[in-house]
């Protein structure tokens, strides 16, 4: 098994899936960075498989995905260097992370099952 896949599952942890706690060193220092094109095609990746597994997706993956995607725009409207319209990737993340607490109200509806 190649390193960084799940030994059951044989996939790579979702993007933004680290041992470290929030806050901690490595979070922090990425906040800070700018967004790479690995991280824009991990984030692609990401969610190919989850749209490739369809209902089998949890809520819980989705949401991760979501919030991942928000902090992917909100580095990019961070980046003083970058080309993209620093509004539309701030009202992307907005809109992503609106998606990602939608998912959670709506798991956690169904959390007495």
């Known amino acids: 098994m190649s390193a960084g896949r799940d030994a059951r599952t ?7 899936c680290f041992s470290t706690a929030v806050g901690s060193e490595p979070s ?6 700018r967004v790479t094109a690995a991280e824009l095609r991990e984030l692609v ?8 597994r369809g209902p089998d997706a949890t809520c819980a993956e989705w949401v991760a995905y979501f919030e991942a995607k928000a902090d992917l ?3 990019i409207a961070d980046d003083p260097d970058t080309l993209a319209d620093r509004t539309e990737a701030r009202r992307s993340a907005w809109s992503a992370r609106g998606e990602a607490e939608r998912l959670r109200a709506e798991a956690a509806d169904w959390s007495w099952c």
Request: charged content about 40%; glycine content about 8%; overall charge positive.
């Open 28 to 33: 922090v220092i990425r906040a800070r960075s």
């Open 45 to 52: 990746a990401f969610e190919r498989r989850l749209r490739h």
């Open 73 to 75: 725009l909100d580095r």
């Open 10 to 16: 044989g996939l790579r942890a979702p993007l933004g």
